[in-house]
């Protein structure tokens, strides 16, 4: 049997998401598993390196989350797939710092047909923090929009490549990328987690 494994930074992101799922007929299909990852680059691969050497070789491995918008309408707990996962930082965007771009390049998502909002898909980037700043997320906005970010996609999705698995995204949106951020986030971040509920198995025909 095919193994679903679910993943995102907090619990409150996969309950909603496990009650659903437990009315859905992909638990009669495959071997659905959940695993909390922590908050963060460094947590998160910390914690999905203990993990992955036990995925099976099928696998099918979903990133569940909450992001903040560039570039788009603001439409609190809209959902979007992943199309591609992007390194960032303000830094680079500012022309304050210097990285190679073969160090980390951009990796393709899984993008799955249906696709919500009958979207394509949309670049996710990953920065060392919640940008915060006026300055920081126009330089991100002129650099990557349309995008969405989110603190821990990229390392999954680098991780992951090293062991030959693809990885497939979905994010809700809670807020803004910018001063406002923190504040849209705690009041948006439940109507998220609820959306992605709903969202996410109707999906199940394409796992």
Known sequence: MEKLIFLAAIGDELNPLKNSLKSSSLIDR???????????????????????????????????????????????GDV??????????????L???????????????????????????ISVITTPEITSGEEGARALQNQHAPCLEN?????????LKKHNIPLSG???VTNRVGPESHNEY??????????????????SNCW
């Open 151 to 159: 603190l821990e996609a990229y390392g999954i999705a680098f991780l």
């Open 95 to 121: 022309n304050q710092g210097y990285l190679p771009e073969s160090l980390y390049p951009a990796i393709p998502a899984r993008v799955l047909k249906a696709s919500p909002n009958k979207s394509k898909g």
């Open 186 to 203: 705690m009041e948006y971040r439940k109507l998220a987690w609820s959306n992605l509920a709903k969202v996410v198995p109707h999906m």
């Open 30 to 76: 495959v071997e659905i598993d959940f695993i909390e990852l922590g908050v963060g680059v460094i947590n998160s691969i910390i914690t999905l390196g203990q993990h992955i050497k036990r995925f099976p070789k099928n696998s099918r491995v979903v990133l569940v989350g909450t992001a903040g918008i560039l570039g788009k309408d603001f439409v609190p």
């Open 80 to 93: 979007c797939q992943a199309s591609v996962f992007r390194w960032a930082s303000v830094g680079l965007a």
């Open 170 to 172: 979905f994010f809700s």
